[in-house]
């Protein structure tokens, strides 16, 4: 056996001239320098020659018995690893060669490796996990029984504070791609590391950032301005692709950052917007949209005109996502694009999955394009065979107000399949999803029966700590207007029209958390709330005069200030409430402030309906949470 080794590895060996193998009883071994690699006789000798063939005369290769290990510094050169990531493409498909691969790489799992060898290990490890949903299992067992992570952890978390800024990045980046959490001491450990590293590069950057939104870790304002301050000068030296991935990933969580760094990565993105490709175009306004904000008028027209050149190029699912991304920002667009745009959708729209064509019929009537006929029974049909059922909530919330308001014989048998999938889906909304649902059915002329109502409600009462005071508004107010359909189930009475001396379960649990959050109100709350309690039947107590005179105070001290129309308006609308609730205490302070005067309330009345509906939270428009973080970003540089 051990003469057989020797002629395989003499042949693989052959380019080493500078090498001297050595045989003896125990072991075949080429050395030439300090570092070598342990081939373990679990090895064939096929594997043997393949893993010996890596080394070109700057190591030692050494087989031995494993009852004669010997401690010394392992390592793993970059050769070798690259070699076995390129050969994960062969030992995925059984599982013998699967654990063989496995065993090879836990043999540098130990106290005497190198940093660089303990972090390559993980990584290569977790890049295993992600070539099939067999391996995924395995490299899983591998980490729930065999604890894997925690003897990593063990391993390293005294290491930590003298790893290069390369392992620290990989550290996290392999933790991603598992997508398992590091515990929270290691993750403070971690967090020291990087705070006393800070200067990291750009691809480096980009992979913790990523990671850190994957495994949904927040490293704490002072280490991320550290680490943006750092990266701020480096963004002209980052590729298009990876300012994109970190354009999204910050949009995504919301994170607070640095003043003016969201703003520098978006313009170094347009001095390369030629280079830009799909996925990179459908990020840009994606990105922009989801914080709330838009491109000036210059780098619109740029990134319209890349758009207009590359449609025919896009997948559904960044086709989508862009016409998406516009109808967030709130821009005009151009009808011919939109034509364009829907003509390219009635080509392809046998690749279009249900969550991507809903998306992009959303998006298309919130830039104001006006469907025909035609066009609606093309984009429509498809859903009588897809069906809602794979929609995300939100989406299929919004796409539902969509389809009310189509006028054709196509979109009622449409709306009616929407409506039974809402309904068996209400039990899985959120804050969000059900004051948007609720808010947005309410401005159609669509009926709901009693039974989604008693749903809807239910779900409020389970979720109801998720609710801030703009949601909580949109609910109430929504379910006000919403229509009892009498040929569904026998009522016939309107929810506002029932008896308001007994208050349900809800209308209880509601007015409380209405009255905790009394002191975040803004004027428009304030309007909104007064309309319902009135049309509620109900007073305020003296608690909520209390809370509501501080909150009034507020506008109270703007007097000598200027006050837009639609705030004027507010006023004294809230005024006229207050007086018609018996609250004069409390609209005296406003009266002042303004120098109201009584003759303009009946054009305060004639204004409240357009000036006082509460707005929608921009957060529940359908977007997609994963457009770039879904795929994994290139190997962290070694």
Known sequence: MIRALYKRCTRSLVRCHSSRIVLNSSSIH????????????????????????????NHMVRYENRSQIKHYTLDIPSNVYYTLKHDLD????????????????????????TNRALVLTLQLISKLSTKSENTKKFVDYEIDHNQFLEKFWNLTSKRLDSMANV????????????????????????????????????????????????????????????????????????????????????????????????????LEIFKSIHQAKPKELSTIVASVGEIGATLDESSLILWMQKFDQQMESFEPFYLSESVNGLAQMNVEVSKELLNRVVNCVKLRQNEFTAQHLAMT????????????????????????????????????????????????????????????????????????GISNSVWSLSKTNRTLCSNALMKIQNRFLKIRSEFNAEQLLQL???IQILRIDPEKDGVVKKYSERNQQHLSEFDQVWLELCREVLNQFELRHLAEYLRILKRMGVKLNEKEQKILLKVIQKYCDRKNSSVFPRELNLIQYVIISLDEMNCRKLSKPLKIATNYDPSSKKNAIMRKRNHTKTKSNRSHSPTQHEPLASEPLSDPVD
């Not at 050395?31 to 893993?51: A, D, E, G």
């Not at 790489?105 to 106290?111: D, R, S, V």
């Not at 959490?181 to 993750?187: A, E, G, I, R």
Request: with cysteine; hydrophobic share 40%; net charge positive.
């Open 30 to 57: 080429f050395q030439h320098s300090k570092t070598f690699l342990r081939i373990p006789n679990s090895m064939n000798s096929v594997s043997v020659r393949f893993y010996a063939s890596q080394y070109q005369g």
């Open 90 to 113: 062969t030992v995925y498909t059984s599982k013998e060669s699967c654990q063989q691969w496995m065993n090879t790489i836990k043999e540098y799992l130990k106290p005497h490796a």
């Open 167 to 266: 392992d620290l990045s990989g550290i996290l980046y392999s933790h991603a791609l598992l997508i398992r959490q590091p515990s929270l001491d290691y993750f403070e450990m971690w967090c020291r590391a990087v705070r006393a590293v800070r200067a990291f590069e750009p691809q480096h950057f980009c992979n913790m950032i990523w990671s850190l939104s994957r495994l949904n870790l927040y490293v704490g304002k002072a280490t991320l301005d550290l680490l943006c301050e750092d990266f701020f000068w480096k963004i002209p030296k980052t590729s298009i692709h990876s300012l994109c991935m970190i354009l999204h990933v910050f949009s995504q969580t919301k994170w607070k950052l640095l003043p003016g760094f969201m703003n520098q990565i978006v």
């Open 361 to 432: 019929v959303w998006a298309l009537r919130t830039l104001n394009y006006q469907f025909n006929e035609r066009e609606l029974n093309i984009v429509l049909t498809p859903f009588l065979k897809l069906g809602f059922h794979s929609l995300k909530p939100s989406l299929l919330c919004a796409f539902g107000k969509v389809i009310a308001t189509m006028e054709s014989p196509l979109s009622n048998v449409v709306y009616e399949k929407w409506y039974q999938q809402f309904v068996q889906s209400i039990h899985k909304l959120d804050s969000i």
């Open 476 to 478: 109430m107010r929504g």
